[in-house]
């Protein structure tokens, strides 16, 4: 039993790390896993297996008046190549979009169109 969750362990902090790090981790089948992000303009998708990681898409929008706004797409599962997009309200303007990436609804990286991947 100790083995068992011990085990388990060392499979979700493996599974942690390498997300931050930006690979792929090999994890627990139930906990699922993240591949490479494909970031749009707009949006975007991730590949991989959910549940437990999900990604949805954002943009970053300004306003003339009070500075610059995100907005969200819809949540997806890793792997799920429906994508997810998201758009500026009227009286904003697009600066940049692009794919969040969630570890059991915690944000683990995010994934800029043409710019650099930041993890935490």
């Excluded at 090999?26 to 896993?33: P, S, T």
């Excluded at 975007?44 to 907005?71: H, I, K």
Aim: hydrophobic content about 35%.
């Amino acid at each position: 039993m100790r083995r068992r969750i011990a085990a388990m362990c060392l499979a979700t902090v493996a599974a942690a790390t390498l997300a931050v790090m930006g690979g792929a981790p090999a994890a627990h089948a139930d906990q699922g896993w993240i591949g490479q992000c494909h970031p749009q303009q707009y949006g975007g998708w991730c590949d991989g297996n959910g549940p437990d990681w999900q990604y949805r898409g954002f943009v970053n929008c300004a306003a003339q008046s009070s500075g610059s706004t995100e907005y969200f797409g819809l949540y997806r599962w890793a792997g799920d190549r429906t994508g997810s997009t998201a758009k500026c309200t009227l009286g904003t303007s697009y600066r940049f979009g692009g794919v969040k990436t969630y570890y059991r609804g915690t944000l683990m990286c995010t994934h800029r169109y043409q710019a650099a991947v930041v993890c935490k």
